[in-house]
């Protein structure tokens, strides 16, 4: 058992520093898009960027800090199971919590990366444009089932620590 939570310690550090990376990488360039908007450097870019581009990029960095905060949870979860069991209801809960996060912040992700595609595209409709859409789409799901393949696995871990703690209920009531 140890041995399972050292490998899932391993996973959701990588997980947070990728997400860590992430932020920083649309942190870095939320603050320079804000101020050229509003005209207060020069050097930066700002013909492209519309209202809307700004509450695309805030709303991922909000998607993101949700992530972070969920992947947070569930490394605290998992180390301070080391000193108790894994097997409780309330780990239960927040695998379960964490799980469901992830899944709804791919769902998120992908409905504000449709958005970001498709806000700056104008013009008529033809066969180029349709099959264009079509594989937009199938990258943008393409990009997306990594996590929802995580948060399945996560309600799996739940289901699992869930049976656990009514075995060890069962084995403590055994005589």
Known sequence: ?????TYLKYIVNFLLIALALDILSKGLKFPMIVLAKFDLIHEYPSTGFSSLDIILL?????????MGWLLLTLRK???DSESTSLFS????FIF????NGFIYYSIAIFLV????????????INDSSSYLFGYNIGQLIRDRIPLLVIGIF???????????YDLKQENDLTI
């Open 77 to 79: 979860t998992v180390y």
């Open 96 to 99: 379960k919590r964490v799980g």
């Open 89 to 92: 209801k309330e780990n239960k």
């Open 1 to 5: 058992m140890k041995k399972s939570t």
């Open 113 to 124: 990366r449709l958005v970001e595609n498709y806000s700056g595209q104008t013009g008529g």
């Open 154 to 164: 996560i309600l799996i871990l739940a289901d699992l620590i869930r049976d656990g």
């Open 58 to 66: 805030t709303s991922n960095l909000i998607l993101l800090v949700y």
